[in-house]
């Protein structure tokens, strides 16, 4: 430890006259924190594995004054802290990817099997070092790496044919994220959806592997029955009425409001100010509300509920028609604009399963003339015990008016397609793969490569037949 310490010392930016000394931290297993011997101040953190090699560092930087260095400086950083800690690994491993994020760059450094020279993903060691040179963090995956290499290499052509078949693109209303998409420019728009839609990789014996192998569900949807529009206060609704008003904010949610039957005194020496608007805290006898600044509808709304365990549960059927009411008294139109998405279980359990579950989740995604807004919805969350709304959440654009967008003349699906397939070939590479113990493996599969487009697409307009392509200008790649 005593010489990982002095190693280490020498990347350590503060203090740099005092030694550092290791902490162990209890109910954690072969971690510690890093000290200034004689201040006592902390200076980071570091893990072991189970041979005593450092497994994670990370570096608890000060905020001060600092000259930016230039990437080459870096990477020269980052380079001698590889030979400084793992010597006996700095020959095999090579620079994969430098990320730019603003002010810290993330460098990954990777091995490459022997027979391909492919580059082996996870298999080496990676850093967030800040622009002023302190390394944030380091992680060290090396350890034994299996490269499994097929009896028989499938063709390009077959895996391209193979990936093309199993691709459905679906016709959705999205947003045109500008910090995402090279030309973006956040509005919505209708696009044939390729990302949600494509096969994650081809394998050598023509198995795909889709979003739905990685524990990401698909769903169907169900329309809602017409309601009569129900002249009802949202206070009411929510069982606000009888309270008074607490607290008031703004907030980036819209504005707060806090209600309850207790005095206000008492909350106020119970709870933070910050405590009582935070709609991600529940606070018994208590409801936070959030409204849109404006059009006034409900964001956010949280309570906790005495859940009264010896009452009968009410059903899932008289919690849906609850959330039912509580939706349509926001959304007069709410059977023409919302479906619901259909689950597996909508009860939400505890995870001791002597607890009884307390809550049924409904999740109403937006919809225009069939076709479905990506991202946005409204989540209702109802009390098992009574029937009583306990959480109110909407997520995206739900109010915009997106009636124009599928009113329009569109591009077929086939032209689409046309234009996806022209954008991309699809290359080798290894994967890693959870292997039976501790030793992770690696396998060979085909990956779409979209270097001649300018970047991956997701999606395509279909209207104009604009792709949108990822902005990757911040990632530079090393073979």
């Not at 010489?3 to 209890?26: D, T």
């Not at 299996?146 to 679906?170: G, I, N, R």
Request: aromatic share 10%.
């Amino acid at each position: 430890m005593d010489h990982l310490l002095m190693k280490l010392r020498a990347f350590v930016q503060r203090r740099k006259m005092e030694k550092l000394a290791a902490v162990p931290i209890e109910y954690e297993d072969d971690t510690y924190r890093l000290l200034f011997a004689e201040s006592g101040e902390e200076a980071g953190e570091i893990v072991l594995d189970v041979n005593g090699r450092l497994k994670k560092f990370v570096e608890f930087d000060e905020k001060r004054l600092f000259v930016v260095k230039s990437k080459e400086e870096l990477c020269r950083i980052v380079e001698r802290f590889l030979e400084e800690i793992f010597p006996d690994s700095i020959q095999k491993l090579h620079l994969s990817s430098i990320v730019d994020v603003d002010d810290f760059y993330i460098f990954d450094y990777v091995q490459k099997d022997d027979k391909l020279g492919l580059s082996l993903p996870n298999s080496g060691v990676f850093f967030s070092i800040s622009i002023n040179g302190i390394i944030l963090d380091m992680t060290n995956e090396l350890g034994n790496v299996k490269a499994v290499y097929p009896e028989e290499l499938l063709t390009e052509q077959d895996a391209m044919e193979l990936y093309l078949k199993a691709l459905k693109p679906q016709l959705k209303i999205m947003q045109y994220d500008q910090e995402m998409y090279i030309r973006g420019n956040n509005e919505f728009k209708l696009v044939y959806d390729f990302l949600n839609t494509a096969a994650l990789d081809v394998k050598m014996d023509g198995a795909l592997t889709n979003l739905e192998d990685l524990g990401m569900e698909t769903y169907e949807y169900g329309s809602l029955p017409q309601l009569p529009i129900a002249e009802t206060s949202i206070y009411r609704t929510v069982g606000a009425e009888t309270m008074q008003k607490i607290l008031t904010a703004d907030s980036d949610q819209g504005k707060v409001e806090v209600w309850s039957h207790l005095p206000a005194g008492h909350l106020f020496s119970e709870y933070e100010d910050t405590d009582l608007l935070d709609l991600d805290i529940g606070i018994e006898h208590v409801i936070k509300m959030a409204f849109d600044c404006e059009d006034g509808k409900l964001n956010r709304m949280i309570t906790v509920i005495d859940e009264n365990r010896d009452r009968n549960r009410v059903s899932e059927a008289v919690a849906y028609e609850a959330a039912l009411r509580i939706l349509f008294n926001q959304f007069p139109e709410a059977h023409r604009v919302f479906k619901l998405r259909i689950e597996e279980a909508g009860l939400i359990e505890y995870e001791d399963e002597e607890i009884t579950p307390f809550a049924f989740q409904f999740n109403f995604v937006r919809f225009e003339n069939g076709i479905q807004v990506e991202g946005c919805e409204v989540s209702i969350t109802i009390c098992a015990a009574t029937g009583e709304l306990c959480e109110w959440c909407v997520w995206g654009e739900v109010n915009q008016d997106y009636k124009t967008l599928t009113g329009a003349e569109t591009a077929s699906v086939e032209e689409a397609m046309k234009l996806y397939e022209s954008a991309f070939f699809m290359k080798l590479n290894w994967a890693k793969e959870e292997g039976e113990g501790d030793d992770p493996y690696y396998e060979l599969v085909y990956l779409p490569e979209f270097q001649d487009s300018g970047g991956t697409i997701h999606c395509i307009d279909a209207e104009t037949l604009e792709p949108w392509i990822v902005d990757s200008s911040s990632l530079e790649e090393f073979e």
